[in-house]
């Protein structure tokens, strides 16, 4: 269960950052993409981040 979780919180994380860029217009890839420049992205990947640590962190207790 935990090896899952951190799978999954780690695609969150870089998932989440993506939105981060890509709603904020500081990345521009894939160029066609209808998240760039659109601010309820970033605030969309800033919570799926956070999830993302989340799981990290519960995923490293013992």
Known sequence: ???AAR???VIALLMGLLWIGQGTGVVKWPASSFMIDVRPWAIRGAVLAVVGLGL?????RK
């Open 1 to 3: 269960m935990k090896i």
């Open 7 to 9: 799978i999954v919180g």
């Open 56 to 60: 990290l962190l519960w995923s490293r």
